[in-house]
C-alpha cells in the first residue's frame, strides 16, 4: 500500500510513503491515523488522507512511514470533514489545517494509547524496603477508591509521572473511564423567563435534531446568558451535549461559574489558559463523553464531542472569533458549517451583531430573536455625549465627566471607564526636536510605560529603556503624548484618592488569576473605579455599576478600514451596556470631538440596529462585505521591493485573457503598503480583491494560489490569503 500523509509544512501537497511491513505492525493503516515519517533530515508527524494500491512514482525515492501512532482515528468522520472543508474555502494546505484541528500535544510523535484518565489499584501487597518516598506514596494512593482519576490525583498533588513505577511493577493499571449517559441534573432553580426569551427557549426546543441558524439579538442586560441556560438544559434532559463558545479567556471563569451554579452536570473549559497537558486531557476527556457541556474559546470548535445537540457562539460579532495568522478560520462561519453538518441547531447571541449575520437574516439563511427589554427590573441605560471641544481636561477626562463620577462614587455606586489604548501614554516627544520614540523594527510609535519604566511597541513586542535624552538633538525636554490606561488609572488616583481604582487591562492579566482577583473585588460591591480596554467591554455583568465612559469615541471614527465605523459602533454599544444592569438606572457617557458626527448621532437616539440598517445600505451602494466578497493577499519580505515585485506579478496574473470568466466582475486594489507597512522588520504589502459572486472568487483564488506555488520567488516571500477578512492591515 501507499499512503498519502498531509504534513504542516505550509506546501499545498500531500507526500506518498510506504506502508509498514504488516508482519512489524500491531495495527493497519486507515485514513485519519496520526504517522511518524523521515521528513528530509528531520522527522515529522502526519495524518493519512489516501490509501492507494499503485503508484507512478519512483518506488527506489519512496520511504517508509517510521511508525504508527495511533490504532484508531483520533478525530471524528465529521471533524474530519469539516477540517478538509475548512482548508478547501479558507485555500489552506490541508497538512497545516487538519494539524490545527488537533490539540498541540498531540501534534508530536507521543502514541495516543499512552495517555490514560484511569488508574485501578490492582494489589495492596507492596514491598518497597528503603523506598521510604515512594512508600509513602504508595499510601496516599491508597486512601483513594480502587478506581481514581486524573482530577483526584491532582487534588492530592500528585503528578501522573510519579505512578511510572507502580505501573511498571503492575501495581496500578490504567483503562479509560466509560463514557456517561447525559441526564438534566439542576443545582439550582431556573430563573423565569419573559415571552421574548420563552419563544427563543421553545423554537430551539421543537428544532432539535435538524439544522437552524439563529441569530440572538437583544439589548445589553437582556438575559442572553439565561436563554442560553435553559436552552442547555433542555438539550440536557434530551440527553444531547452542548458546546459554547465564548471570545475571550476572560469571560470563561464568569460563564464557568453561572453554569456549575446552575447544573450539577459536568462542565469542562477549554482554552489558551491551560498547559498543554490539560488542554489535551480536557480535548480527550471531552471526546470520551466525559462531558455534559464544552465552554471554550475559538479553537474549542474542533473538541470532539459525542452526542453534541447545540451549538451556542456567544458575543458572535467579536473580531476574536477571526484567527489573524497561519490558518486564517472565523470561529463563528465554522461552527455554523459544523452545526449544519451534524444536523443541529445553532445559536448565535449579540448585543451588537455582525453585518454578516444581520444580513443572514435579510436573506432568510437565519432566524432572528429579539429581545428589547432588559432582564429582571433593570431599566435601558441613557446616553449622554460630552462635546470635548473647548472643554477642560486632565488626562483625558473632563471635568464634566470629573463631576459626573464624584456624584455616583457619593452614592456608593461603581463607575467604568473604557479607552482602547494601554500604557501610560501611545507616545514619548522630544519638546525641542519633535522627534518621537520609534519602535527599530516597526513603523509604529513605542507605547510609553511606568509600571515598570519601559518603551514597549505593542505590534512587535519590542521593548527598550526609557530615553534620558532625545536621540536626535540630544535634549532633555521629553513629553508623554496622550493618554493610556496606565495614565488614566494615576489621574484617578489623584483626582479620586480615596477610592480604589483597578485597571484591567493586558498587562494587568497577564498573572494567572489576576482578573479573577479583581472581577471578585467589583462584585464586591464596594465604590470603586474601573478603567481598561475593551475588555471591560465584552459581556461582563457590574450589578453596581452606574456610570459607563467611553472617554475617546474619535479613534475608529476616521478609519481606513471599512469596518471601522462597525467596530466603533459595537465598542460604544458594549461599553454603554455595562451601565445600570441592576435596578439602579445607568448613564453612558461619550467623550469625543465629534460630537454631531451621524454614527455617534444614530447610536445615541436610535440604537444600534437602526446603525446596522443605515450601515448594511452604504455596503451595498459599495459591494462592500457582507454584500460583496473580498480576500487579502499578504505578502512580508525583508526587502520591500521583493515583497511588491511578487504581488506585482500576481496582479498581472489575473489579468490573463484566460481567467476572464472569473475577472469580469472582479475588483482589485493594489499591490498597497498595509496599514503598517514595516512590522517586525519585515515589509509588508497586499492585494486586495472584491467579488460579487462567492463561488467565482472561490475559483479564481485557487488559481492564484497554484500559480504562487509554482513561482519561485514565492519560496523566499512570506505570503499568504485571508479569506473573509476582518481587518485590512
Not at 497577564?510 to 474601573?530: F, I, T, W, Y
Amino acid at each position: 500500500m501507499y499512503l498519502q500523509i498531509a504534513i504542516a509544512t505550509g506546501l499545498r501537497q500531500e507526500f506518498t510513503y510506504l506502508a509498514p511491513d504488516p508482519s512489524k505492525s500491531s495495527h493497519q493503516p486507515k485514513i485519519g491515523l496520526r504517522v511518524r515519517v523521515s521528513f528530509g533530515r528531520s522527522e515529522r508527524v502526519g495524518l493519512i488522507v489516501g490509501i492507494k494500491q499503485t503508484t507512478d512514482l519512483d518506488l527506489s525515492k519512496l520511504k517508509p512511514i517510521i511508525e504508527l501512532l495511533d490504532d484508531t482515528p483520533l478525530l471524528s468522520p465529521e471533524l474530519w470533514q469539516l477540517g478538509i472543508w475548512a482548508a478547501d474555502y479558507y485555500q489552506h494546505p490541508l497538512g497545516d489545517a487538519l494539524m490545527h484541528l488537533l490539540p498541540a500535544k498531540l501534534r508530536q510523535p507521543i502514541p495516543n494509547q499512552l495517555i490514560q484518565f484511569n488508574w485501578k489499584i490492582s494489589t495492596v501487597e507492596a514491598e518497597f524496603g528503603r523506598a521510604k518516598k515512594q512508600q509513602a506514596l504508595w499510601q496516599q494512593i491508597n486512601t483513594l477508591a480502587p478506581e481514581f482519576n486524573l482530577s483526584q490525583l491532582q487534588n492530592m498533588g500528585i503528578k501522573p509521572s510519579q505512578l511510572k513505577p507502580f505501573l511498571d511493577k503492575l501495581w496500578l493499571t490504567t483503562s479509560y473511564p466509560k463514557s456517561q449517559e447525559v441526564t438534566l441534573k439542576l443545582a439550582q432553580k431556573a430563573l423565569d423567563l419573559n415571552l421574548e426569551q420563552v419563544q427563543i427557549v421553545e423554537h430551539l426546543a421543537r428544532v432539535k435534531g435538524t439544522f437552524s441558524c439563529n441569530l440572538l439579538n437583544g439589548v445589553t442586560g437582556s438575559g442572553k446568558t439565561e436563554v442560553y441556560l435553559h436552552a442547555i438544559a433542555h438539550q440536557l434532559q434530551a440527553g444531547k451535549r452542548t458546546l459554547l463558545l465564548v471570545p475571550e479567556i476572560g469571560l470563561t471563569p464568569q460563564l464557568l461559574q453561572r453554569l456549575q451554579a446552575r447544573f450539577d452536570n459536568r462542565v469542562l473549559a477549554l482554552h489558551s489558559g491551560l498547559t498543554e497537558h490539560q488542554r489535551l486531557n480536557a480535548w480527550q476527556q471531552a471526546g470520551l463523553g466525559q462531558a455534559d457541556i464544552i465552554v471554550g474559546t475559538r479553537s474549542a470548535l474542533f473538541t470532539p464531542i459525542p452526542q453534541l445537540g447545540l451549538i451556542i457562539i456567544d458575543e458572535e460579532h467579536d473580531q476574536a472569533y477571526k484567527q489573524q495568522e497561519g490558518f486564517r478560520y472565523h470561529g463563528r462561519d465554522l461552527a455554523i458549517k459544523r452545526a449544519a453538518d451534524a444536523n443541529i441547531p445553532i445559536l448565535l447571541g449579540s448585543a451588537t451583531p455582525s453585518l454578516e449575520s444581520l444580513a443572514n437574516v435579510t436573506r432568510g439563511r437565519f432566524t432572528q430573536w429579539l429581545l428589547t427589554q432588559r432582564a429582571g427590573s433593570a431599566n435601558s441605560q441613557s446616553y449622554q455625549v460630552i462635546d470635548l471641544r473647548n472643554q477642560p481636561q486632565q488626562a483625558g477626562i473632563s471635568e464634566q465627566l470629573q463631576g459626573m463620577i464624584q456624584i455616583q462614587l457619593d452614592l456608593d455606586h461603581q463607575v467604568l471607564l473604557m479607552l482602547n489604548r494601554r500604557g501610560f501614554a501611545p507616545s514619548l516627544q522630544c519638546q525641542t526636536c519633535g522627534a518621537t520614540a520609534q519602535c527599530p523594527a516597526c513603523d509604529a510609535n513605542m507605547t510609553l510605560h511606568r509600571r515598570p519604566p519601559r518603551l514597549h511597541c505593542h505590534h512587535c513586542e519590542h521593548q527598550q529603556p526609557v530615553h534620558l535624552h532625545c536621540p536626535q538633538c540630544q535634549s532633555h525636554q521629553l513629553k508623554p503624548l496622550g493618554q493610556g490606561t496606565e495614565r488614566t488609572e494615576e489621574q484617578l488616583n489623584t483626582l479620586f484618592p480615596n477610592t480604589p481604582v483597578h485597571r484591567i487591562d493586558r498587562d494587568t492579566t497577564r498573572k494567572k488569576g489576576s482578573l479573577d482577583n479583581m472581577l471578585e473585588q467589583v462584585h464586591s460591591g464596594a465604590p470603586c473605579l474601573l478603567v481598561g480596554t475593551q475588555m471591560l467591554a465584552k459581556g461582563h455583568h457590574f450589578p453596581n455599576v452606574t456610570l459607563a465612559a467611553i472617554l475617546d469615541a474619535d479613534a475608529s471614527l476616521f478609519s481606513s478600514d471599512f469596518r471601522g465605523p462597525e467596530k466603533l459602533a459595537q465598542l460604544l454599544v458594549q461599553t454603554a451596556g455595562r451601565a445600570g444592569r441592576d435596578q439602579i438606572p445607568g448613564t453612558a457617557v461619550i467623550q469625543t470631538y465629534q460630537a454631531d458626527h451621524p454614527t455617534i448621532e444614530i447610536l445615541v437616539t436610535q440604537g444600534y440596529n437602526a446603525f446596522a440598517t443605515q450601515e448594511l445600505t452604504r455596503r451595498q451602494q459599495s459591494g462592500l462585505p457582507p454584500v460583496g466578497h473580498m480576500a487579502l493577499f499578504h505578502a512580508q519580505a525583508k526587502n520591500a521591493t521583493q515583497a511588491f515585485a511578487l504581488l506585482n506579478w500576481l496582479s498581472q496574473q489575473i489579468q490573463n485573457p484566460a481567467l476572464t470568466p472569473l475577472t469580469k466582475a472582479l475588483l482589485m486594489f493594489g499591490p498597497m503598503p498595509a496599514f503598517m507597512a514595516r512590522k517586525a522588520n519585515y515589509y509588508r504589502a497586499q492585494l486586495q480583491l472584491q467579488h460579487p459572486n462567492r463561488k467565482q472568487l472561490q475559483q479564481l483564488l485557487l488559481q492564484l494560489c497554484n500559480l504562487l506555488d509554482q513561482h519561485p520567488a514565492a519560496r523566499k516571500i512570506r505570503w499568504s490569503l485571508d479569506i473573509d477578512p476582518q481587518e485590512l492591515g
